[in-house]
């Protein structure tokens, strides 16, 4: 991780921080801490049923991706997906409810954790199955072309991910049909408990780019102004017709792969977690900008009351929803046509 | 006798003799005049018109964007299939041989079937998946299956098996017209199997069982190539005086039990026919659900007629032996009939 320049007060394009692009990655982020927290949280105290992938540690991965994209680009995401729901948009209410199971969740208490989806922004939907959001992302930005939109579709992956088929033949199609595309792989070093070195013998999954004729390029994913600025590159050149590239981020989960604590033999050690811990994505922001003198520690007070008290208040709404109906069980297997004549 | 289906909609047009393929063919360019959302994707349809001919002059007529060659690849093909029906267009997603749904049944499975409810409705998957099934050419295990009882199993997707170029034709277009993804399983024997086709544009509704001849001795429910293979087995049957009905559900999903329960009711008799294996085959599902609606008025035991619980063999001896025909269906009748 050479490029951590923490109290840097330029970018590493040599800009200035600007205060608006430093809030406004520092609140996704802290919105997507806080949000992540108080899940954990919950399901410790055994208040939320099923599966649990938390994205604490990651948060400069979505907020820096997201900051480059409209409501209308298009994202799939994974498992792992409240970060990319909460960076691009959603609200808590529905998420928590979603994730209580109640009908006002994003899904209608249907989905759970790992289907939360906000068309009306663009997020396609997280996924239980690793990598098929890909060609899913694909097949948007095929729809954005086919329109002639200039929108651009960003599909989510790990490291593990990037050894399913699924990546490589979206991979493959969105450059051989010149798709807007840009492939951001959070390598966060581990396919679930399988360290990277034990499951490819690349160091970057960014070369991965080269075997399908696109431009792969790594940047720190704990810097989410480095992050912005490598992901803004591949929506540029999406956005101009040029087709997609891959951008690959290196980051870290501090939690476990499923839930808040490993349950079994530990697999990462303590030192690996702290050396990560002591560079978080936040911390690394909040210091930078104090260091530049351009955003205030107040306002970034400001930020985490506002995003605790909005948890709070979301997750009142989520207890207070009502469980759905078994009756309605079947509803929405079917998208109904009208009766034929 | 044989009942006559009358075609709806198409009043006032020109009906004439096509092949299988053509009405097939003839469906989709006429909806692809309407709706604009319409592109087919899939490996050599484009330039080549699919390997069956079933997408001749798509290219042509509609150009590259409607028309999209794509690599060997089917999951990516199929997962790009349901991102861009998810963002509002209507692909008509190509998968060669059905055997190849293998290589990409979690983009069919876990994500286009699912995607409206694990979405909670917000999501419409407008996704038409053709694809060409059946033994009988020499083609051996790897592309000659009929796994329509796969995707019958699998809540969320539809599944057609047209038997007729009428049906090739009115199940292509309902395909296309419905906001969920649907699975048109064309016959690889029957693609040249001529028929009579209105010339005008109309729909043959998913879930409505044909029945393709009426009698009072026994019903057999017939699916895809079988239902040809069936009504040629009740010509046969009457010369013996035995009066068969012949119901052809049409689709497996939705599944028209009605039809099939009331021709049952009648019959007293039934006997079910395809060409997938027996074990764990629609046959199954049909022998439980008429048990289950209409036992009072079963003079005997449900019967099943499929292929038996091996790979499709390519050998000639062995694949005729494999795929069931008019002859043994007549057979399972006569047996159907000695019973109770």
Known sequence: MGSATVTSEHTSAGERLDPQVVLDLHRRMVRIRVFETEAGRLAEQAELPGFLHLYVGQEAVAAGAMSCLRDDDQITSTHRGHGHAVAKGAQFRPMYAELFGRVDGYCSGRGGSMHINDLSIGMLGANGIVGAGIPIAVGAAFASKYKGEDTVAVPFFGDGASNIGAFHEAANLAAVLRLPVVFVCENNGYAEFTPQAGHMLLEDVADRAAAYGMPGEVCDGMDALAVRETVQRAVDRARAGDGPSLVEAKTYRYYDHQGVKGLRKPYRTQEEIDAWKARDAIELIEARAAAAGVVSEEQFERVWAETRADAADAIEFARASPLPDPADIAQDVYTVMQAPQ | ?340
Not at chain 2, 123 to 135: C, E, H, K, M
């Open chain 2, 1 to 340: 006798m044989t009942t006559t289906v009358v075609p709806p909609g198409a009043a006032g047009t020109g009906v004439r003799e096509l092949t299988y393929v053509k009405a097939f063919n003839e469906g989709l360019l006429q909806c692809m005049r309407e709706d604009s959302d319409i592109v087919v994707m899939g490996e050599d349809v484009a330039g080549y018109g699919g390997v069956f001919h079933m997408f001749d002059g798509v290219l042509g007529e509609f150009g590259p964007m409607r028309a999209v060659d794509t690599p060997i690849a089917e999951m990516g093909l199929m997962g790009m299939g349901v991102g861009a029906a998810a963002r509002g267009l209507r692909p008509v997603v190509d998968i060669m041989f059905m055997d190849f749904l293998a290589v990409c049944l979690d983009q069919l499975v876990n994500q286009a079937a699912k995607m409206k409810f694990m979405f909670g409705g917000s999501v419409r998957v407008p996704l038409t998946i053709t694809t060409a099934s059946g033994a009988g050419l020499g083609a051996a295990a790897q592309h000659s299956q009929s796994l329509e009882a796969w995707l019958a199993h699998v809540p969320g997707l539809k599944v057609a098996m047209p038997s007729s170029a009428y049906d090739a034709k009115g199940l292509m277009v309902s395909a296309l017209r419905d906001d969920n993804p649907v699975v048109v399983m064309l016959n690889k024997l029957l693609l040249g199997a001529k028929g009579e086709v209105p010339e005008g544009l109309y729909d043959v509704p998913l879930g409505r069982a044909a029945t393709l001849r009426t009698g009072t001795d026994a019903t057999v429910v017939a699916l895809g190539r079988m239902a040809v293979e069936a009504a040629a087995a009740a010509e046969e049957l009457a010369a013996e005086g035995i009066e068969v009905e012949v119901v052809d559900p049409r689709t497996v999903q939705p599944l028209d039990t009605e039809t099939i329960v009331e021709s049952v009711s009648r019959t007293n008799r039934v006997l079910v026919v395809h060409e997938a294996v027996t074990f764990g085959g629609i046959g199954a599902e049909i022998a439980a659900q008429v048990q289950d609606l209409a036992f009072d008025h079963l003079d005997a035991p449900v019967a099943r007629l499929g292929a038996p619980f091996t790979p499709v063999p390519f050998s000639p001896s062995l694949e005729k032996a494999y795929v069931p025909d008019r002859a043994r269906i007549a057979d399972g009748v006569r047996g159907l009939l000695a019973r109770g």
